[in-house]
């Protein structure tokens, strides 16, 4: 009766032992498994490498996927979160021109450090550590970052300085490359394109409103030139900018005489930090020459986030938004 009991007792002590292995070796297995996976996923991710790109007359060539990037201006930092890139973002500027991220964006771009509040200081950039840059042009140039200078610490540029839509439509598709979301970009691009499309079809048919913007006031009016980005969704949005036939630059200072002249039924007003809004249509209320304008005394004013009208992520929200200021019966 013992020598059963013991026999009994060796071979459940076997069974459990095979059991183990077993259970050992398809742990194994699959741990071989997701690390073959793993690596064929990464050798299909740096066989897209090296990337090139024509940056408006500059070659860029990206190697890697970039690990750690720095956005800087409001709307290229908007269009990485739209994206779903903002995990790697360490830093973003010109917060100083901006209202705040659209709804959607919210929880994620608030999570994001500033590198500064205003334009980005090169000492700020060179030692932030980053490997890639997706920057608005303000921030280079004569008074600003130098590329070259960049590239020597090991930060790829690309600008962004869009003076088409389409163009920046091959800006996202650019991005989506560079990191890796070429579907993403086109889901991206697809949507605004219909949402635009949607106000262009409602709009069909109406009287375009002359449409003076509003950027600031001193000793005449800053305003935007045909060449500026803001012109071309003025006039998606169903308006025509009064000084669309100037194009030598894109930011420009008209007379009052000028506006007078030229006589808007509708003034866009930029909202930023300072001044603010407020103080503007109170500005635009006391200019002797300004407050003769019937769009003044009927106070035909609308009112959008500088970043809204910047390339960038928000064509058809900045569409959406202007086409209901000119034609608010329509909508």
């Known amino acids: 009766m013992k020598m059963k009991k013991k026999l009994v007792l060796v071979l459940a002590l076997m069974l459990a032992c095979s059991l183990v292995l077993n259970a050992c070796a398809k742990s194994t297995t699959k741990e071989e498994s997701k690390t073959k996976t793993a690596a064929s996923t990464d050798a299909e991710t740096d066989s897209k490498y090296p990337l090139e790109f024509d940056n408006y007359g500059r070659d860029i060539t990206i190697t890697q996927r970039p690990q750690k990037v720095l956005a800087l201006g409001p709307n290229c930092t908007e269009l990485l979160v739209a994206l779903g890139l903002s995990d790697i973002i360490i830093g973003t500027s010109l917060r100083n021109h901006s209202r705040g991220p659209l709804p959607e964006y919210a929880t994620q771009y608030d999570k994001i450090p500033e590198l500064n509040h205003s334009a980005a200081t090169r000492e700020a950039t060179i ?35 869009a003076t088409t839509v389409e163009k920046q439509y091959q800006e996202i598709r650019d991005i989506g490359k560079i990191f890796g979301v070429e579907e993403k970009a086109e889901a991206f691009i697809a949507d605004q394109k219909t949402r635009i499309s ?83 249509i109170a500005e635009i209320k006391a200019n002797d020459m300004l407050s003769q304008l019937e769009c003044v005394k009927n106070e035909r004013f609308v009112v959008i986030e500088l970043e809204s009208v910047l390339p960038g992520d928000r064509l058809a929200y900045s569409v959406e938004k202007l086409a209901k200021g000119f034609y608010p019966n329509l909508f």
């Open 127 to 161: 030692s932030s550590g980053a490997d890639f840059i997706y920057g608005i042009d303000w921030e280079f140039g004569d008074s600003g970052l130098d590329i070259d200078e960049l590239e020597t610490y090991g930060m790829t540029t690309y600008m962004n300085a």
């Open 198 to 280: 949607a106000v262009q079809d409602k709009i069909s048919g109406q009287s375009k409103p002359n449409v003076l913007i509003y950027d600031s006031g001193n000793d005449g009016v800053f305003t935007c030139s045909g060449t500026n980005f803001e012109s071309l969704l003025i006039d998606m949005a169903g308006g025509k900018n009064v000084f669309g036939n100037i194009t030598e630059k894109a930011w420009v200072t008209v007379s009052y005489e000028e506006v007078l002249a030229r006589e808007p039924d509708v003034i866009v007003i930029h909202d930023y930090d300072s001044p603010s809004v407020k103080e503007k």
